[in-house]
């Protein structure tokens, strides 16, 4: 199982940039596929980007894709989120998850890392 902790949450304005990180350790993080998830206030968690292990296949939510960029170092056990543009929709609790899968389809991740809070003030 991969340990995931978040960093890099906070307050930022509309327009405005972030990056959060996501340290993963644990047994073969790099052999894991990553990705975000996030839950804003009363609605349900979703799936906000993943990068496959294999050849760094990327893919986003349509609300994010162009804004976001999802990212993992070379030794795979750190993920990225740099988010630009941000809006008021975007705040949220921004989990980092791992799933031991070369193609998921990151319906189900098997770890999960305590959450990020990232608010976003208009």
């Known amino acids: 199982q991969v340990h995931l902790v978040e960093s890099g949450g906070g307050l930022a304005q509309a327009g405005g940039s972030l990056t959060l990180s996501c340290k993963a350790s644990?047994?073969?993080?790099?052999?894991?596929?990553l990705a975000w998830f996030r839950r804003a206030p009363g609605k349900e968690r979703e799936f906000v980007a993943g990068i496959s292990w294999l050849h760094n296949g990327t893919r986003y939510l349509d609300s994010v894709r162009g804004r976001f960029t999802i990212s993992r170092n070379n030794a795979g056990n750190s993920l990225y989120l740099r988010m630009n543009n941000l809006k008021a929709e975007d705040t949220a609790v921004y989990y980092c998850?791992?799933?031991?899968?070369?193609?998921?389809?990151?319906?189900?991740?098997?770890?999960w890392g305590e959450g990020t809070l990232v608010t976003v003030s208009s």
């Open positions: 998850a791992a799933v031991y899968s070369a193609a998921p389809d990151y319906r189900q991740m098997d770890s």
């Open positions: 644990g047994r073969s993080p790099d052999r894991h596929s």
